[in-house]
Nanobody
Framework: QVQLIESGGGLVQAGDSLRLSCAASGRTFNIGAVGWFRQAPGKEREFVAAIHWSLSNTYYTDSVKGRFTISRDNAKNTMYLQMNSLKPEDTAVYYC??????????????????WGQGTQVTVSS
């Protein structure tokens, strides 16, 4: 199995920056892509960003384009979500996720097999 642990969440003000980290351990050799999802109170879990582990192709939901950057360090089995110009509407629990190698729909929650425990990001106005 693969274990994912997120860190880096916290309380910030609008316009601030925050970097989330997700460390993977266990049987990580077959990971094909990793992504970030978020879930706000009363809302469904939604796609935020994803990256192919080997090819580094990245994808973002429209609301974060130009503000968030997803990256990964293959040697450390760690991925990051750099969040700039944070807005109150970014407030949510953020989850990292990993998909097994193969063709996957990166923006679809069901494509991911492994999930972290979530880290809270709160942006005040």
């Amino acid at each position: 199995q693969v274990q994912l642990i997120e860190s880096g969440g916290g309380l910030v003000q609008a316009g601030d920056s925050l970097r989330l980290s997700c460390a993977a351990s266990g049987r990580t050799f077959n990971i094909g892509a990793v992504g970030w999802f978020r879930q706000a109170p009363g809302k469904e879990r939604e796609f935020v960003a994803a990256i192919h582990w080997s090819l580094s192709n990245t994808y973002y939901t429209d609301s974060v384009k130009g503000r968030f950057t997803i990256s990964r360090d293959n040697a450390k089995n760690t991925m990051y979500l750099q969040m700039n110009s944070l807005k109150p509407e970014d407030t949510a629990v953020y989850y990292c996720a990993a998909a097994n190698a193969g063709f996957v729909r990166l923006f679809s929650l069901g494509s991911y097999t492994y999930w972290g425990q979530g880290t809270q990001v709160t942006v005040s106005s």
